[in-house]
């Protein structure tokens, strides 16, 4: 097969300006003329279309925030009960961001049995069985692991109950409304709360509980009031305040009712069984692993 004359000596005319240049100095575009380099222009990124697929319209694996009760067990962190005080049934439990509603039933397990190559006994579990094939958790206070872990659960209340910092209402409130609910004294005076060494006397970020309701809020306003900053900052952004949180109901509440501070209930939530009284108070326990689920797990 022949080959090409090298050009070293030729002349060749540029497509674009019919000017003539050396052959050598000569170069392709990207439309396939033949032009002299300083007469080359690159190709217009616009014409270069990139292709673009429809857009994500849901996540593939989402986890919304308004989940509710959790229909399996989830697990808690290391030793997560704590007494209250000496005397006291009263059982703290550590669940972060546990997301689950006032005055539900909650049921412990310990460790799962795997003893045999069918996985725990009594799996899966029953309406009549529970959750068999689950060890208990550990003692707390000598407030019995068997108890903990009974196989009824408990009923809990939201939050860490029974520290009690409480005030009043100062005016009549309806089941609307989120501005205007003022408190008689927000720094709670003698009713302060001293736990573990820290001392609160005042009701910032938290949940208040008035009769049955539970309110959530942010920060207490300069006229005394639950909300924002500012009650101009509450009225732009009324859910700053919730009503009717952690699944109680909204209600309206009389001048005079009692205003009772409920601590961390995101984190926290408390539970009680009479007859059962820890010997000291302010003792953590229950081990590891210890789950919180439903007293049925759905299979």
Request: with cysteine; net charge negative.
């Given at each position: 097969?022949?080959?090409?004359?090298?050009?070293?000596?030729?002349?060749?005319?540029?497509?674009?300006?019919?000017?003539?240049f050396?052959?050598?100095?000569?170069?392709?575009?990207?439309?396939?003329?033949?032009?002299?380099?300083?007469?080359?222009?690159?190709?217009?990124?616009?014409?270069?279309?990139?292709?673009?697929?429809?857009?994500?319209?849901?996540?593939?694996?989402?986890?919304?925030?308004?989940?509710?009760?959790?229909?399996?067990?989830?697990m808690?962190?290391?030793?997560?009960?704590?007494t209250?005080?000496?005397?006291?049934?009263?059982?703290?439990?550590h669940?972060?961001?546990?997301?689950?509603n006032?005055?539900?039933?909650?049921?412990?397990?310990?460790?799962p049995?795997?003893?045999?190559s069918?996985g725990?006994?009594?799996?899966?579990?029953?309406?009549?069985?529970?959750?068999?094939g689950?060890?208990?958790?550990?003692?707390?206070?000598?407030?019995?692991?068997?108890?903990?872990?009974?196989?009824?659960?408990?009923?809990?209340?939201?939050?860490?109950?029974?520290?009690?910092?409480?005030?009043?209402?100062?005016?009549?409130?309806?089941?609307?409304?989120?501005?205007?609910?003022?408190?008689?004294?927000?720094?709670?005076?003698?009713?302060?709360?001293?736990?573990?060494g820290?001392?609160?006397?005042?009701?910032?970020?938290?949940?208040?509980?008035?009769d049955?309701?539970?309110?959530i809020y942010?920060?207490?306003?300069?006229?005394?009031?639950?909300?924002?900053?500012?009650?101009?900052?509450?009225?732009?952004?009324?859910?700053?305040?919730?009503?009717?949180?952690?699944?109680?109901?909204?209600?309206?509440?009389?001048?005079?009712?009692?205003?009772?501070?409920?601590?961390?209930?995101?984190?926290?939530f408390?539970?009680?069984k009479?007859?059962?009284?820890?010997?000291?108070?302010e003792?953590?326990?229950?081990g590891?692993?210890?789950?919180?689920?439903?007293?049925?797990?759905?299979?």
């Open positions: 097969m022949g080959k090409f004359a090298s050009g070293n000596h030729a002349i060749a005319i540029s497509d674009r300006s019919g000017l003539r050396p052959y050598k100095e000569m170069v392709k575009e990207w439309n396939g003329m033949w032009v002299h380099y300083t007469e080359f222009e690159v190709k217009q990124p616009q014409l270069e279309l990139a292709l673009i697929g429809p857009d994500g319209i849901a996540l593939a694996h989402p986890r919304p925030d308004s989940r509710g009760f959790h229909k399996v067990p989830i808690l962190p290391d030793d997560p009960f704590e209250y005080l000496a005397g006291n049934p009263k059982i703290f439990t669940s972060p961001n546990h997301k689950r006032n005055a539900t039933i909650v049921r412990f397990r310990g460790t049995d795997q003893s045999t069918t725990p006994s009594g799996w899966p579990p029953t309406p009549s069985n529970g959750a068999a689950y060890s208990i958790c550990e003692d707390v206070s000598d407030i019995p692991g068997s108890v903990i872990c009974q196989s009824a659960g408990h009923t809990i209340s939201v939050g860490k109950r029974g520290i009690t910092v409480s005030t009043t209402l100062v005016n009549n409130i309806d089941d609307t409304q989120t501005t205007g609910i003022i408190l008689t004294n927000p720094d709670a005076g003698a009713g302060s709360l001293t736990f573990r820290v001392t609160t006397t005042n009701f910032l970020k938290q949940a208040v509980l008035i049955s309701e539970i309110i942010t920060t207490i306003a300069s006229d005394d009031s639950l909300g924002q900053v500012a009650p101009e900052a509450t009225a732009l952004n009324p859910k700053v305040v919730v009503r009717g949180a952690f699944g109680t109901t909204k209600a309206a509440h009389l001048a005079a009712a009692v205003v009772t501070l409920i601590n961390d209930p995101t984190n926290y408390t539970f009680e009479a007859g059962y009284n820890a010997t000291t108070g003792i953590t326990g229950g590891f692993p210890v789950s919180a689920g439903p007293v049925t797990i759905t299979p």
